[in-house]
């Protein structure tokens, strides 16, 4: 049930015809955290670069060379090259390198000279040392 300015039926007229800006503003003083999100998030610019970015990606997963990959499997695969490149700008050669250039214009990303690839990944967090059991042997973690 809502509360407070919510509640009210001026409110519901003004979320139909105000500016959602405008509105946080005028109704949100009751729950100030809320309304300081929902700005940030009503301020940020409409883009479709980060769906182009994904289409593009996409394109170079599934090309010419990969055509008889499923659907499925080809979401796993730009699932995983996504997040290696999120994992990638936290390196410091991704800060100081050539690479630094993607979050400056993602626009200019050449997917052929990723500086991440699957194979230099080293997933040591996903193994640990087993307690118990002689030094060096490992356990990969689930």
Known sequence: MKKGLFALPQAHVDAATMDAIEWW??????????????????SQPISSSYAERNWSTYSYIHSIKRNRLNNKRAD?????????????????????????????????????????RLDDMQWESLYKDVAGKAKGKRQRVD
Not at 27 to 41: D, F, I, M, Q, R
Not at 94 to 105: A, H, L, R, T
């Open 25 to 42: 503003s005028t109704y949100g003083s009751e729950t100030p955290e809320l309304a300081e999100v929902a700005k940030k998030v009503l």
């Open 76 to 116: 796993k695969l730009l699932f995983v090259h996504s997040n290696i490149r999120l994992v990638s700008q936290f390196s410091e050669s991704y800060k100081e390198g050539p690479f630094k250039e993607w979050d400056i214009n993602p626009e200019s990303s050449n997917l052929e000279s990723s500086s991440v």
